[in-house]
């Protein structure tokens, strides 16, 4: 899939600031951003987001996307798994009003600062065990958030993000070569599984995973 490669490729990262940076050196980055609250989406940049905030207009182009992909309309139901403070969910529900958007992440800081619009259908858990029926949902998606599990977590993930849904689409991030691997290493904070193209398609098929997936690169 190609949907949020365009979003991904606009930003400017300074990957050796991050690494270098003497005041919040990558360990002490990524120990505060793995607990989630307000350092990862709110705090300082050197530590993740540097202000997480909805940008009117950022997420549509995505979610018009998905809608276009999946056929989704106002009588659909869609998950966000890793959903953070409900962005793309309020985009969805911005454009297709009536449609039924339901998110599940690991923050509580994040669901607490979800849009009203769409925070009572956010709740708190794991990818790997999620709290719903099977088939429950037209699409669950998820982007950028199960790379940040450790694999055997990772392989319950595909296998749930299947049992709910009767479409799926994942983006995870990854690398084509030594460079991107090295700007992998050097940006992220929270990542955990760490899979070139080739190595992902092989646990996509060991998790009988045969959907939409999405790989973001470093570049």
Same mark, same amino acid.
């Given at each position: 899939m190609n949907i949020v490669k365009a979003k991904h490729n606009s930003v400017s990262r300074d990957y050796l600031a991050r690494v270098n940076d003497l005041e919040y050196p990558k360990h002490r980055a990524a120990e505060l951003a793995k607990k989630?609250?307000?350092d990862y989406w709110d705090g300082d940049r050197r530590i =993740?987001?540097?202000?997480?905030?909805?940008?009117?207009?950022?997420? !549509?182009?995505? %979610?018009?996307?998905?809608?276009?992909?999946?056929?989704?309309?106002?009588?659909?139901?869609?998950?966000?798994?890793? =959903?953070?403070?409900?962005?793309?969910?309020?985009?969805?529900h911005k454009i297709l009003p009536g449609i039924k958007v339901h998110g599940l992440d690991i923050s509580e800081y994040a669901i607490k600062h979800a849009p009203t619009e769409v925070s009572s259908q956010i709740v708190l858990g794991t990818a790997q065990e999620l709290p719903y029926k099977d088939v429950e949902f037209d699409l669950a998606l998820s982007i950028? !958030?199960?790379?940040?599990?450790?694999?055997?977590?990772?392989?319950? %993930?595909?296998?749930?993000?299947?049992?709910?849904?009767?479409?799926?689409y994942v983006v995870v991030e990854s690398y084509?070569?030594?460079?991107?691997?090295?700007?992998?290493?050097?940006?992220?904070? !929270? =990542?955990?599984?760490?899979?070139?193209? %080739?190595?992902?398609?092989?646990?996509?098929?060991? %998790?009988?995973?045969?959907?939409?997936?999405?790989f973001i690169y470093f570049s």
């Open positions: 989630w609250d307000f =993740c987001y540097g202000g997480y905030t909805y940008r009117p207009g950022y997420w !549509t182009p995505i %979610a018009q996307s998905l809608i276009e992909n999946y056929g989704l309309s106002q009588s659909s139901k869609v998950l966000d798994i890793g =959903c953070g403070k409900g962005f793309l969910l309020f985009e969805l950028n !958030t199960f790379h940040n599990l450790e694999v055997f977590n990772l392989y319950r %993930a595909l296998k749930e993000v299947n049992r709910v849904s009767k479409q799926s084509r070569n030594e460079k991107e691997k090295e700007n992998l290493l050097y940006w992220q904070v !929270t =990542c955990e599984s760490f899979f070139n193209p %080739a190595e992902w398609k092989w646990l996509f098929n060991l %998790a009988e995973y045969d959907r939409d997936y999405e």
